[in-house]
């Protein structure tokens, strides 16, 4: 029953770190200058890796990979994309923090570990492109 509960927040995550990354992709874009830009391409780069390290966990336990149906993030300005992308990473901090209580085995830590990581690095520098905005 664990192991179904990690699999369905997995299956979650795999979907979720999918549309960040797709999404960042996108803001990247309408960035207004560079130092955003590279902040925002620092979290595209993460996302990815986070996708992959999750994918991988998830066919270690599966013998498969997920797919899905992608979903996509919608923002109309680039603050407005700024703000959803830090509300969805304390969010994701979260998650990630429950799921290192659920692991089914040792080697499923450092993949969530990583990804927490990365997302509060995140929160900061979002939070910094939204004091400049």
Known sequence: MREKNFLRVLERA??????ANEF???LKKDAPDESCMNDIELAEEDEAKHYYMFQHLYYQLTDCYHSFDPKFVEYITFEQGADKARRNTFEAVEM???????IPSPDAYQPFFIAMTD???RANRLEKILVRL
Not at 14 to 19: P, R, S, Y
């Open 14 to 19: 795999i979907e979720n770190e999918w549309a």
């Open 24 to 26: 960042y992709q996108r």
């Open 96 to 102: 990630y923090r429950e799921m290192l209580y659920m």
């Open 119 to 121: 997302e509060m690095e």
